[in-house]
């Protein structure tokens, strides 16, 4: 494995520090909630090594929800990033090849990369609503190609796929006997409701979700894959116990419990969600330098400084920066122009959001 720290990761907040930012666009979470908010009983707790596989519960929870008939379809992982992790070094060597689309979550890029494989990119176009053709996709496929790897909601652009489309690259997988990664670790905050969970539909899906963004608890370190492949899933179990053996049953008991409240918590977040997705509508109707593609779900929006606009783009990132204290996530971050940038709007409070968009228009002017 040949690793490589990525832009993503150097340049987040929390490796900057986040108080040298005054307005915070970068995240692609719900705000973070406070361990005290959440209400839980800890004190019982052994802290002892748990199931492999995940507590017994919480997976059937996640398998309920997901409409797969067994718990043993859902793999409880370190965040979804330990998920992907896992798929990647287990369905991957050298010699095979991977399509992936881009922009994508930057994990779902690189560690094919550190393992050395064959990777072909499905590059979305902003001309092209960001959408998959899946015929052109298909052309790319090749005899080793392992899987095709798809973001849905999609970071960072928040477009969703349709469902039509879904089902065909479900189907485009089943017919070539490979695999069809669904990162869909958004799925819940899906305006107009979720897909349906792809690893559902077909044992040639993996899904791979968290508790990280939707409910802002990245710190839980609490996600999983799910597959209704039970040999592959054995493998993807090997290569969890050659990781981590099991997960912190400390993340996995605070998971479980505020999932049996998910009711209570996951509508006020949508609302919450919604209010402030109003604000960056609102924002972006009165704009004339940038341009979108509206998203859909997620809590981010990936515009760009339209290319016709006589505007420095490293000025405005500085201005941006450095007189008005505000990040966003540069286009770099994506392997995209840096014209592009992620503003995420789930995580801060809505006079900050308000303040950020406000910065950018001023920045964008300036520059
Ligand atoms: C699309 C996507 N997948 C996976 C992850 C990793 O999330 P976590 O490991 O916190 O669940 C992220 C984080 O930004 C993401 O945007």
């Known amino acids: 494995m040949r690793y490589r720290r990525m832009p993503i990761e150097v340049e987040s907040p929390e490796q900057l520090g986040y108080d040298k930012i005054k307005y915070n666009l970068t995240e692609s979470s719900y705000a973070d909630m406070a361990f005290g908010d959440l209400g839980l009983d800890l004190k019982d707790l052994l802290v002892a090594y748990c199931d492999h596989r995940g507590k017994p519960e919480l997976r059937q929870l996640i398998a309920r929800e997901s409409g797969l008939a067994s718990p043993d379809a859902v793999l409880l992982t370190p965040g979804a990033a330990g998920a992907l992790f896992i798929i990647a070094t287990t369905l991957l060597s050298p010699d095979d090849h991977l399509l992936v689309v881009r922009p994508n979550y930057a994990t779902n890029l690189e560690t094919p990369r550190a393992i050395g494989c064959h990777l072909d990119l499905y590059d ?53 006997g490979i695999k069809l990664l669904v990162d869909e670790t958004y799925r819940e905050m899906t305006y107009g409701g979720p897909l349906p969970v792809a690893a559902s539909l077909s044992p040639a899906a993996i899904s791979v979700s968290s508790l990280s963004k939707s409910y802002g608890l990245p710190g839980i370190r609490m996600g999983w894959l799910a597959t209704q492949d039970t040999a592959l899933m054995e493998t993807f179990l090997a290569a969890k116990e050659q990781i981590v053996i099991c997960n912190s049953v400390v993340d996995e008991e605070i998971a479980w419990q505020f999932l049996c409240c998910k009711a209570d918590w996951l509508p006020r977040i949508q609302c919450d969600i919604a209010e402030k997705f109003a604000v960056v509508r609102n924002w972006y109707a009165g704009q004339d330098d940038v341009e979108w593609v509206e998203p859909r779900g997620g809590v981010v929006a990936f515009p760009r400084i339209k290319p016709a606009r006589s505007v420095d783009v490293e000025r405005f990132y500085q201005i941006l920066n450095e007189q008005h204290g505000t990040y966003v996530g540069p286009g770099h971050w994506f392997e995209m122009d840096r014209r592009f940038f992620r503003i995420g709007y789930g995580w801060p409070k809505k006079a900050d959001l308000a303040a950020g968009l406000a910065a950018i228009t001023a920045a964008v002017r300036s520059a």
């Open 124 to 176: 979305l176009k902003f001309e092209e609503g960001f959408d998959i053709d899946v015929d052109q996709l298909a052309r790319m496929l090749h005899p080793r190609t392992k899987y095709i790897s798809i973001t849905v909601p999609h970071n960072p652009t928040g477009v969703v796929l349709s469902e039509a489309r879904l089902r065909a690259l479900v189907a485009l997988a089943e017919r070539r």
